[in-house]
């Protein structure tokens, strides 16, 4: 489940132009004598990490959002559902070892 899920995710992203914020580090905030080109991107970056988050946080149940709530990092979002239900997961290793 978890693997389709980021795989929606994923894809929603994309059709936003939005991947680049997963996958990117966040951009450092620019010194006040930066370009206006460089606070730009900043912002930018800024506003696109928001609807990033926005995205994950509509897409899981709402007990995994209260969880997720002071988290405003989209990554460190997507890390920790990672742990808890990526293919590596305790979850995961449990249900391979019930159904063995």
């Known amino acids: 489940n978890y693997v389709d899920w980021l795989q929606n995710v994923r894809i929603v992203l994309n059709s936003e132009d939005l991947d680049y914020v997963l996958e990117a580090p966040m951009p450092a ?3 006040e004598d930066a370009s206006t080109e460089d606070h730009a991107i900043y912002k930018k970056w800024v506003a696109d990490e928001k609807k990033v988050r926005s995205y994950l946080m509509e897409s899981i149940s709402s007990a995994l959002q209260v969880q997720h709530d002071g988290m405003h990092d989209s990554r460190a ?3 920790h559902l990672c742990e808890l239900y990526g293919e590596n997961s305790i979850n995961a290793r449990f249900q391979l070892t019930a159904e063995l």
């Open 29 to 31: 905030l620019p010194a």
């Open 77 to 79: 979002i997507l890390q």
